[in-house]
């Protein structure tokens, strides 16, 4: 399904019925990264699925403006309104789960639960933000000088995906394929409005998010394991776990174990506490 919203076109799909329940895939990603969580989420939710701007089937604009964290918020908001949705649980891995905790601190009364995997809420400091948006220019230009397939061979390669070397071939193809299959100008342009360096620090928002909030991050992913400490102390109503052998991708590196905890996570009516 298409939907334009403010001269954007988004694609996105919709399963199943009950409260909804919204996915946000990472960078180099695409709706595709949920597929094999549908079958069994949509049993119990109504399973809603989006490109990002400048990802998978949605527009891929020269427009920068029109990837930065702000804006994409606010489209997402208008998505929501537009489908009649007051509100969300909302699941987000890396750049995903940036948008998904920058939509929570935007517009907090949509979001009901949040599930944050192997995520961050931004770079505290200005200098840090400086040198992130520098190394992420320098990243952008090389996607749009040396094209797609150089990009995704040099990111698969970095130590962050380590342990998806290990992975079952099909798996390494699935999450290929899902990246060979870019838009240049999206990554380019989605690393620069919306890298972590672009976008705002969430960091001192953290302690005025009350919903409940599941922190998920792979035991090997040693950077985003910190992250989540230290927003485990921070969020008011959150729980953290650290799945064993897992490394930064956990949905794809141990799906059975992340489906059923983002499952159990959900369907918990308590919620934390
Ligand atoms: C390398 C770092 O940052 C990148 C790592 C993960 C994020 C992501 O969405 C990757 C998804 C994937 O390829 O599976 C990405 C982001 O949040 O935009 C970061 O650029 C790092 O060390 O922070």
New binding site residues.
Partial sequence: MKMDINGMTYAFEISGTGQPLLLLH????SMETWRPFIKMWKEKFQVIIIDLPGHGQTDSPDDVSRYRMESTCFDLNVFLDRLGIENVYLLGY??GG?VALSFTCLYPNRVKKLVFESSSPGLEGKLEREERVFSDEKLAKLIEEKGVEYFVHY?EN?P?FQTQKTLPYHLRQKIRKERMGQNPRGLANSLRGM??GTQPSWWHQLNKIQIPVQLIVGEKDS?FCRIGKRMESALPNAQYVEIENAG??IHVEKSEIFGKIVMDFFMNKEGIH
Avoid: E, P, V
Wanted: aromatic share 14%; no cysteine.
């Fill in positions: 990472g960078f180099t990603g890396s750049m940036r990111w970095i962050l890298g972590t950077k930064h991708a």
